[in-house]
């Protein structure tokens, strides 16, 4: 009588175990600092935008000069904010569809003649109802400066006189007759409307931090890599 054959467990070289783990845990090490660098900025964006406002010309001047004036706290005047024509840009929030409503404030110094001001959300049921006002806005307004979102290659293009899709400063100055427009747009905070109009709220900070779900999947493919090798070697002996 034969004897039985025995089966034999296919073992994978110690060499390329050894590659993929250090692999594996130097994309966990990488999202580490990642993690680091996300938190950092996370927590500069709201000292930013939480920081005393400093006067708009003051910070505008500031652009190419390394200086970064994203998300930045600053005050302006801005008499005629409510009686200059506006633009929509299409946008979706908690409050439904509607639109962000933007319009033009010129600057008297500075390196640039006009800035875009986004006065808030407006339900798009509400849109038509929306007229300039002779009344002047009296004292400074108080925003947050942000810089524009570039289109991507899914967003709708633009139809004269309709909604925007894309924060495409050029052409909403354009249709604006805005001259020399600031690279970066103000979000109103205040003041709000003195009669009917949009909703100051400055567009929430997008910036997904999710890295310490991903340190966890890193680290924990290397460590099942390991164990996945180290049961194969047990499930080889006792064969």
């Known amino acids: 009588m034969s004897a039985k054959p025995v089966r034999r467990v296919a073992v994978v070289p110690l060499i390329f175990v050894l590659i993929g ?25 709201a000292a930013l935008q939480t920081a005393p406002p400093e006067p708009l010309n003051v910070v505008l001047n500031r652009i190419g000069d390394r200086g970064a004036v994203d998300f930045t706290h600053v005050v302006a005047s801005c008499p005629t904010l409510e009686e200059t024509p506006t633009a929509r840009v299409y946008a979706v929030t908690d409050a439904g569809v509607g639109d962000r409503i933007v319009t033009a404030c010129p600057l008297d110094v500075g390196p640039y003649r006009t800035i875009l001001v986004d006065r808030g959300f407006l339900a798009q049921e509400d849109a038509a109802r929306l007229k300039p006002s002779s009344a ?3 004292g400074p307004i108080v925003g947050v400066l942000r810089k ?70 890193w680290f924990g493919l290397a460590a099942a890599l390991i164990g996945v090798y180290i049961a194969t070697l047990l499930r080889r002996r006792k064969a």
């Open 148 to 217: 524009a979102t570039p289109p991507n290659g899914l967003t709708p293009k633009h139809e004269p006189g309709g909604e925007w899709f894309s924060r495409d400063i050029k052409g909403l100055a354009a249709e604006l007759h805005a001259e020399a427009p600031a690279p970066v747009f103000l979000f109103l905070e205040s003041p709000r409307p003195q009669g009917f109009g949009p909703t100051p709220a400055p567009v929430p900070v997008d910036i997904p931090n999710n890295h310490l779900g991903y340190i966890l999947t």
């Open 136 to 138: 002047l806005v009296e």
């Open 21 to 45: 783990f250090t692999i594996l845990c130097g994309l966990g090490v990488w999202q580490v600092q990642r993690l680091q660098w996300k938190t950092h900025l996370l927590s500069r964006i």
